[in-house]
């Protein structure tokens, strides 16, 4: 470890829009399960504004950020023989090793990690929180690392084979750079899973799978018994019409996993982008533009205001509505759009964090349109292998920064923390990475 005691990191200061960087100690193993890691570039995201707003309940200062991406500085002692049960990394992991995190402790172990709903690990914790010092640091100690990490160094990462033919922007893993590695610790993955979750839903499958409701499902009949529908669908029937609320980044990674899922499985898509914001709307556009054509699959992409896309899926959908809607905003204007927008018998994913104590409809509402919901948050250790396949065929999109299609708009030193901030809180700066060295 180096012979240093302190190190600089971004605090965050009761009771809101107070950042400070300042020194602290370097953390040090306090654990066996833990890592101490040493980071290369941290990430500002959209749920520290909640903090930095002081929308939360912290009281005391800590250090900031859920994204970082680093190397492998020290290991507890859990790490140093044959760990036989345990998750294969505690036998695996070496110091040296590169590794990015997903924005929440996950142990590997208990029902909630086995079953992959690792966001809800029985240790579940989120980084950058009083109780968990964050990434925005030069150095950040990762409770039940084992469980928690994943290693970049290790061959089942960057021995893989290429991306399937056809589908491969020709990326070898190695060239991916750190600032495109970082998207893994939340915004991808969240993107990566509101789309799984939309696409996956009992009453999204007919449209996917061009099979009546209920045959579209695992436990759907065979076809063999009286009384099935067999009215053929007609090709408007399997037109999915969608709409993602909210182009922040977890929206725009949201929109590509869409249509990349969509693509793989010639899926004919209208899909409606929406946001308040005219650049972050024009992002989208040039994002989904970038993607080469024959990789877009069959459909139609737009951008556009709230008031425009109800227009859009009126005229679309002859006052029908989406099949299902994406919500990554996290308020009540953002859910009362999309219940508005959703079809009857329709889908609502929503990824945003929510503060409002009530929901802006009744229960009546949602029984009479039949309207499943799916909230909360993504299970980022489990979402990974998707994640990471996305993010290595698309860097089109999430390999650069500061292009106009890149997701990160810039990466700045520590010097720039408290500004960076202030401009991301007022909408003035897109995704912004801290590189703790500079
Ligand atoms: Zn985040
Ligand atoms: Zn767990």
Redesign the pocket.
């Known amino acids: 470890m180096s012979e240093a005691s302190e190190q600089r990191a971004v605090f965050w200061y009761p009771p809101s829009y107070d950042i400070r960087v300042e020194t602290a100690p370097i953390p040090r193993i306090q654990e066996p399960d833990d890592a101490i890691v040493k980071i290369t570039l941290a990430g500002l995201c959209g749920s520290d504004l909640h903090t930095y707003r002081g929308h939360g309940e912290d009281t005391k200062p800590f250090i900031c950020g859920h994204e970082f991406i680093g190397q492998v500085i020290a290991l507890g002692s859990s790490f140093e023989t044959d760990a036989a049960g345990r998750p294969s990394l505690y036998s695996t992991l070496r110091v040296g090793d590169k590794v990015v995190s997903p924005f929440t402790v ?9 079953v992959g709903f ?1 966001c809800r ?4 914790r989120l980084f950058g929180t009083e109780m968990t010092p964050g990434g925005q640091a030069q150095y950040v100690r990762v409770p ?1 690392a084992g ?1 928690t990490l994943y290693s970049l160094s290790s061959p089942d990462f960057w021995g893989k084979p290429k991306p399937s033919p056809g589908r491969s922007s020709g990326v070898s893993y190695t060239d991916i750079a750190d600032s495109s590695l970082l998207l893994l610790c939340d915004i991808l993955p969240t993107g990566v899973f509101a789309a799984f979750q939309a696409l996956h839903h009992p009453k999204v499958l007919p449209m996917v799978l061009t099979l009546p409701y209920p045959s579209s499902s695992l436990f759907g009949v065979t076809g063999e018994v009286a009384g099935v529908i067999t009215t053929p669908l007609r090709p408007e029937d399997a037109v999915l019409t969608l709409a993602i609320v909210g182009l922040g980044p977890v929206g725009l990674c949201a929109c590509v996993s869409l249509v990349d899922m969509l693509a793989a499985r010639k899926v004919p898509y209208r899909i409606v982008a929406i946001d308040l914001v005219e650049a972050r709307r024009q992002k989208a556009r040039v994002m989904y533009d970038t993607i080469d054509r024959a990789e877009r699959g069959e459909g139609e992409f737009v951008v556009a205001s709230i008031e425009e896309s109800k227009g859009i899926v009126e005229q679309w959908t002859q006052g029908v509505g989406c099949n299902a809607i994406l919500e990554a905003v996290g308020n009540n204007s953002a859910l009362a759009l999309a219940y508005d927008l959703v079809r009857p018998f329709g889908h609502i994913v929503s990824v945003g964090v929510h503060g409002e104590p009530q929901m802006p409809f009744t229960g009546r509402q949602l029984y009479n349109k039949n309207v499943s919901f799916d909230f909360g948050r993504c299970p980022v250790r489990a979402m990974f292998p998707l994640a990471v396949d996305l993010l290595v065929r698309r860097q089109d999109v999430f390999g650069g920064v500061g292009e106009p299609a890149s997701l990160i708009d810039r990466i700045v030193g520590f010097d720039e923390a408290v500004t960076s901030y202030d401009l991301f809180d007022k909408g003035k700066v897109g995704k912004v990475l801290f590189d703790p060295w500079k």
């Open positions: 996950s142990c590997g172990e208990c029902h909630f990690c086995r690792t690990c029985v240790e579940s039940r469980g």
